[in-house]
């Protein structure tokens, strides 16, 4: 019974971590499905998120309605942050070479990270984040953390949220349709600008909630924090289908599983290379993710 | 017309003898002090680096951001090589950069396969695990605090400056060969355009493989020629900053232009020095600087130009021999 | 006289998602023959050119080519550059140069296929790499002189007006030595001046180096002017195939392009 009831509380873990995974990798896929690019900075706006949500909880303390009100002003923070550098950085190149937006969206994460360094009220430190104390909830012979509860409920309610988004408003359809031809879509007369805008907002608000939720779960902050998640997140959007919004789902859950259970059954501190070898073998496997679809390209 | 080759090879040749032999007298007869000397010759090797990486991004036209990590192999291999197998050094040096070779197809075969940015993604995270692994693998590789590795080169600044700067000279003038070639071609027209290319006969995969080996095989020679010179390697010399610290004299020279990267790697070696006051700051105006650049003037200082020697050499003279002739005239 | 097959389609399909874009196109191309393919704009004739020339694969049928050494050989799955060493070239709708290489440059790529070094010859510049970069150099000025386009092999391709351009992409096409060319609309933009030069090159080419030639247009003066044979693409599907003036009188030919009214009239 131990080794099983360990197991699951691993799978649960797993999951947690997954989820917020999931919730960065739909950023990553869906802006690269609707400009083709990779964010590099994706994963700092979760780093800013989570100190958004820093400092709102250590203003007022820590308690449930802080955490959602931290959770909110995190989402705000980098929705605003997103659209800016969207703005920016990346409009004036949207149509130079690929390489050329490459380059300036890992400028772009250099500068989140740094500005964040330098900043004197932030600094390089790492800072302890301010936990909820929760019940843990009993099933049986598992006993999950409440705050391991607390993410898996959110991104659900997230991503459930973004599901309706997509798939069922007039702007989602836009985002559908820009994804898929950009030039069509302005000629049908969409405002191509402003749906790409608003996929890295939402995609922001996404990575700020996950921030936030990440927070609490690892808790502590510091300006790097965004890197592994954020190139592991990537993955997760590699191998559930660059481009598919439940493909980012599905790979950020079975990326989390897989990375906990490593850290919990094999050699810890190659639990980070787990990644990248899944992305080796999903490049070399199957390119297009276990949901993606082949893209034609039009000669 | 062969007086035209010879005449073509010799002045580039002439230009390269003075480039090594003056600054060697100079600086055996403490002309140049040694810091400076170091600081040379240390412009030397990040030249080594900018050559790699003109040749995966600029001139095959894929983003690497893990250049810095076939450094690190260079170095580390020559470093087991010389002191575990017991290997002569210079034989050493050509093996470590076979290594990183090998390492180079085995990180570009599954990802030069697919269309798409995989590669920049696949070499970020290629240079973190590299750097993860040399820090874990403590026995061999003396963990994170690195390892000492002292060679001739360490204490002798002259034989520093002429083994280093040779060896960049003669990089360069084997990769401007193999860039004027069918090969080089090949890989441009792959830069180019993929369909096109692949359409006149030229297999995209190859010469995108071929393009990442060699620029992996020429990081691979500067991280041995590194660890020889400053006798000392850590694994963060394989980390994504130091591969963006070689991007960006790419990036600044002219992506694509030989003469560009090299300039701008001595260039901001030098600065180096006066950047160091900036500290942290550094790592924030560096990455403005680079949008900016891709903003305002993506192709750099001099885009795909190259500083062609002999129509240098023919303007120089022909400029010198209108003043001579000036000066004749008024003194009629 | 005996004519030789150059290459036979067989009922080829390809469907994209859930379009068929073309459906069930079968032809005979003769050696040294002259092909029209024409129809209305999304008709599917690209989309045939790119099976051709392996950037698709079809879905169903088959394709067979017989190569530089008359060999047959089945051709569905192979991609571009397996197909241009066995002896398909082809030219684009939308220009596809190497625009920041130099016009003789753009040439000497496509005879790739003919080098004779190694990377020693290549490192050292070795006399037989010289030898190797003069041959070239002469063959691609030769090409480019027969287009009178030689004047610019020092240009950037991407420099080139478009007229030259579009010579420049035929001249590499050729550079190639294949047995079958496809032009893909290679009079586009072209004023009438510059289409009768055109076809009088095209002519010329075709006798020159006995090839056979698939092209597809929209300007019908150039088709009916050169082509032997025309064959017509509506939705994805062959609606005729024939001889020029037996195209031009063709009911469904006119439907197409014109409208019921039209074919009535």
Known sequence: ?299 | ?332 | MENKLRLQATGISIVFGGLRAVSDFSCDLFDGELVGLIGPNGAGKTTVFNMLSGIYTPTSGQITFWDKDDKACVINKKSPSQLNRLGIARTFQNIRLFGSLSVRDNVKIALHQSRNVNFFDVLFRTPRFRLDEKSMNEKAEQLLSLFKIDNKSNELAKNLPYGEQRKLEIVRALASNPRLLLLDEPAAGMNPQETEDLMNLIAFIRKEFKLTILLIEHDMRLVMGICEKIMVLDYGKTIAVGKPDEIKTNPLVIKAYLGQEAADA
Do not use: W
Request: proline share 4%; glycine share 10%.
């Open chain 2, 1 to 332: 017309m062969k007086n035209k080759t010879f005449r073509n090879m010799l002045i580039p040749a002439i230009i390269a003898l003075i480039a090594i032999i003056v600054p060697t007298l100079l600086i055996k007869l403490a002309v140049i002090d040694e810091y400076t000397a170091q600081i040379i010759t240390l412009g030397g090797i990040n030249a080594i680096m900018a050559l790699s990486v003109n040749m995966i991004c600029g001139i095959t036209g894929q983003l690497s951001l893990g250049q810095a990590g076939f450094m690190a192999i260079g170095a580390y291999s020559t470093i087991l090589l010389t002191e575990s197998a017991h290997i002569p050094l210079p034989l050493a040096v050509i093996l470590a950069a076979i290594i990183t070779a090998i390492f180079g197809f085995i990180i570009g075969f599954p990802t030069l396969k697919l269309e798409g940015d995989y590669l920049a993604i696949v070499t970020l995270g290629f240079g973190e695990i590299i750097r993860v692994v040399l820090v874990n693998l403590k026995d061999i590789t003396g963990g994170p605090n690195g390892k000492q590795f002292n060679t001739i080169l360490t204490f002798d600044p002259t034989i520093a400056y002429v083994v280093i700067i040779g060896a960049l000279i003669t990089l360069i003038i084997f990769l401007q060969n193999f860039i004027r070639s069918t090969y080089g071609r090949a890989i441009l027209a792959v830069r180019e355009d993929e369909i096109a290319a692949n359409s006149a006969g030229v297999g995209v995969f190859k010469y995108k493989m071929l393009g990442f080996i060699v620029a992996s095989i020429v990081a691979g020679i500067g991280g041995a020629l590194y660890v020889c010179f400053i006798g000392f390697i850590k694994p963060d010399q394989a980390s994504f900053n130091k591969s963006i610290d070689y991007l960006i004299f790419v990036v600044l020279g002219g992506m694509g232009s030989t003469t560009g990267s090299v300039l701008a790697a001595f260039v901001l070696t030098y600065l180096q020095e006066f950047l160091r006051i900036l500290q942290d700051y550094r790592m924030l105006l560096y990455p403005v600087v680079l949008i900016l650049v891709m903003i305002f003037r993506p192709q750099g200082l001099l885009g795909t130009k190259e500083m062609n020697f002999v129509k240098t050499f023919d303007k120089l003279r022909g400029f010198i021999a209108k003043k001579i002739g000036g000066e004749k005239e008024d003194g009629k």
């Open chain 1, 1 to 299: 019974m131990n080794t099983g009831s360990i197991f699951f509380q691993q799978l649960i873990n797993g999951i947690s971590l997954g989820s917020i995974y999931a919730l960065i990798a739909l950023g990553y896929t869906m802006v690269y499905g609707i400009v083709k690019l990779i964010n590099f900075a994706h994963g700092d706006i979760m780093m800013i998120g989570a100190y958004a949500g820093y400092f709102v909880l250590r203003a007022f303390g820590p308690s449930i309605p802080v955490f959602v009100l931290a959770i909110f002003v995190a989402m705000i923070v980098c929705c605003i942050m997103g659209i800016s550098i969207e703005r920016l950085a990346y409009r004036p190149l949207r149509n130079a070479p690929r390489l050329n937006s490459l380059i300036t969206a890992i400028a772009v994460e250099l500068i989140l990270q740094n500005l964040m360094r330098v900043i004197p009220f932030i600094g390089p430190d790492p800072r302890s984040f301010p936990t909820l104390s929760l019940p843990a909830i009993d099933i049986g012979f598992i006993s999950i953390p409440g705050i391991k509860a607390l993410v898996i409920i959110g991104s659900v309610l997230l991503m459930v949220a973004l599901n309706i988004l997509v798939n069922y408003t007039k702007t989602g359809k836009a985002m559908r349709s820009v994804s898929y031809d950009l030039q069509a879509s302005s000629l049908m007369g969409i405002n191509v600008n402003r749906t790409i805008a608003i996929t890295f907002a939402i995609g922001s608000i996404l990575a700020g909630a996950g921030g936030v939720l990440y927070a609490s779960a690892y808790p502590q902050v510091d300006p790097m924090m965004g890197y592994m998640p954020g190139l592991k997140a990537f993955v997760a959007a590699v191998l559930g289908g660059i481009g598919s919004i439940p493909g980012a789902m599905v790979g950020g859950i079975i990326l989390g599983i897989a990375e906990t259970l490593t850290k919990g059954y094999g050699p810890s501190q190659y639990a980070d290379a787990i990644s990248f070898g899944i992305l080796i073998v999903i490049l070399l496997v199957k390119p297009t993710g276990l949901l993606g679809k082949r893209r034609v390209v039009k000669v």
